[in-house]
């Protein structure tokens, strides 16, 4: 059997360099324990007391991938906060804007439409009601 040539100092050290950097966007993206587990809720869940949300404003649910807000009229929304870039949970609110730790995507709590590209879909709407004086949210009934 013919020796088989070795590798080069270079070729090494060159996939030694590159193998780190490779992975780097799989890490970013990925949920809690290593894997893009992230998701909503399949059922409502009790998010607190209805009155966390001010008028105008927005409260972000890292625990359940969900934000809700409130217009100025009253009427609460709630998103799923699943980017629809990436599929990576979002997980800063500054103001009414959620900011996507993946690659930089916006959007706004209110509405759920996109501010900031790469996304360029909206997030996804779910249900949200108020129960004595708590609020449910989760996916439509």
Request: with cysteine.
């Amino acid at each position: 059997m013919p020796a088989r040539p070795s590798a080069s100092r270079r070729t090494v050290l060159r996939g030694a360099a590159v193998a780190p950097v490779a992975g780097l966007g799989l890490a970013a993206c990925s949920g809690p324990g290593g894997g893009s587990s992230a998701a909503t809720p399949t059922a409502p869940v009790d998010l607190g007391a209805e009155s966390d949300v001010a008028k105008g404003g927005a409260k972000l649910y890292k625990d359940h991938n969900m934000v809700v807000s409130r217009d100025k009229s009253g009427t609460l929304k709630a998103y799923s906060t699943i980017c629809t870039h990436a599929g990576c949970p979002i997980n800063k609110l500054q103001g009414t804007t959620l900011i996507c730790p993946c690659h930089g995507s916006e959007f706004d709590a209110v509405t759920g439409k996109v501010v900031q590209s790469p996304a360029t879909e909206p997030l996804a709407e779910l249900s949200v009601k108020t129960e004595n004086g708590r609020i449910l949210a989760g996916p439509a009934a």
